[in-house]
């Protein structure tokens, strides 16, 4: 099932070709051998938990240890834990993993603990950021963890699982783009210290027979270099459609670029190639748009969470509402349940309108503060905007201080 972060969850049919294909895919990027070892803590029932925490050892015939997705959750050191005891070569989990492993491991946890072994650490399943990768390598650099063993790569359910990644022992390519040019659709490259800029985590390259384009979702013609558009695929990993959704399928698997008779899978999703890396930017369907300029709504949450230490990380979401024919700026953010006897909303509220206008000249409409983990997610942990906003129109959110801008009369 897809992941239903934009919409409901809808069943993907997968065919063993598409399986044989995507792990040949792996094996191949993340340099496998039977001397392998995999240590998994994801949900098996996910593509990602499924696939590397199961199928990957059987097909590839080195050893698999699976955690419960909860141990790791309650207590992140047990999955570093047992890389260490196991000698885990590889493994992975989405951004936040990595956030929670230096957030929620204390110095005293980090004795004994010896990561030289993990060869290829995978980042994906949601935006990945430059600033978590980071503080990931400074946190666990004393216990064995290098640059060269992360691994950011792309992929969904409807490509059976990955679509892009670096060659193992690469690491991380960054790249700094301007962030006004991007809301224009647009690339261009900027030195790091820019005020204007933005960093980007490039997610590596299609491999074996995976073609991946860069298409104007408007006009069906290939995007230029220097343009941003949604990316479409096509190729043995991308699977058959959507179980008992012709209609949708149709929509979605076949179709076709101006002048090629190819079908492609859209993806919905916002990218580019730069240097024939793919730089991912955003979900088309997530895409706020402000007086005609295209904000993407993780820039938003990514101030947000960090403008005060009440927002919780990785738990806010930003989306639009039409208020008196005009569209205006929501954002919905957990609170750190130690501030929650003691919130200060006014505080709190004032310090994100005006992080946020400082950043994006935005002004925002409304912001709830929620009880903590209240926010809607995915059973993979990715936030669902789309019901987050309809929740919010509702009035279902769990909320514990809020503050709305009177209308304009």
């Known amino acids: ?59 590839n015939g080195y050893l698999g240890v699976l955690l419960p997705p909860v141990s790791f959750i309650q207590k992140p050191v047990r999955w570093l834990k047992a890389i260490s005891k ?39 399943a949601e935006p990945i950021r430059k600033s978590t990768f980071e503080r990931f390598i400074q946190y666990f650099a004393n216990n064995g963890i290098t640059g060269n063993s992360l691994y950011p790569c792309y992929g969904m359910a409807e490509t059976t699982l990955i679509i892009s990644g670096p060659t193992a022992g690469r690491g991380p390519e960054y790249l700094s783009v301007s962030a006004s040019q991007l ?20 997610v590596g390259n299609p491999w074996i027979d995976t073609i991946v384009k860069i298409v104007n979702p408007e006009t069906m013609e290939s995007c230029l270099i ?6 479409w695929v096509s190729g043995s990993i991308v699977t058959a459609g959507y179980w008992n959704n012709k209609a949708i399928t149709e929509q979605t698997f076949a179709a076709r ?11 919905g999703d916002l990218g580019f190639f730069h240097e024939k890396e793919l730089f991912i930017t955003g979900r088309l369907k997530d895409m706020i748009i402000l007086q005609g300029k295209n904000y993407y709504p993780q820039d938003i949450e990514f101030i947000t969470e960090n403008c005060h230490p009440a927002i919780r990380k990785t738990a806010s979401a930003a989306f639009q509402i039409e208020v008196d ?8 953010a957990e609170v750190e349940r130690s501030y929650i006897r003691t919130l200060d ?20 409409y409304a912001i709830q503060l929620l009880r903590t983990a209240s926010i809607l997610k995915t059973s993979s942990g990715k936030i669902q905007r789309k019901a987050c906003r309809q929740a919010f129109i509702d009035k279902t959110l769990d909320v514990v201080g809020e503050s709305i801008l009177e209308k304009t009369q």
């Open 1 to 59: 099932y897809t992941s239903g972060s934009t919409g409901n969850p809808k069943g993907v049919m997968v065919t063993h070709q598409n399986i044989l294909r995507n792990l040949d895919f792996i094996r191949q990027s993340f340099s496998l051998t039977p001397k392998s070892v995999s240590v998994s803590w994801l949900p098996s029932f996910h593509d990602m938990g499924l696939i590397d925490g199961v199928i990957g050892p059987v097909y």
């Open 86 to 124: 196991y000698r885990g070569t590889h493994g992975g989990a989405p951004n936040f993993a990595f956030d929670l492993c230096v957030d929620g491991i204390p110095e005293e946890e980090k004795d004994g603990l010896d990561l030289t072994s993990m060869e290829t650490l995978y980042c994906g």
């Open 183 to 202: 809301e224009l659709n647009k690339v261009r490259k900027l030195q790091p210290d820019d005020p204007d800029a933005r960093f980007l985590v490039g």
């Open 226 to 231: 220097d343009e941003v558009g949604e990316i």
């Open 257 to 267: 670029i101006k002048g090629d008779n190819t079908l492609y899978l859209r993806t």
């Open 325 to 332: 024919n005009t569209e205006k700026l929501v954002i919905v």
């Open 345 to 364: 909303t006014e505080t709190i509220c004032d310090v994100i309108r005006e992080q946020i206008a400082d950043e994006f000249e935005q002004q925002v």
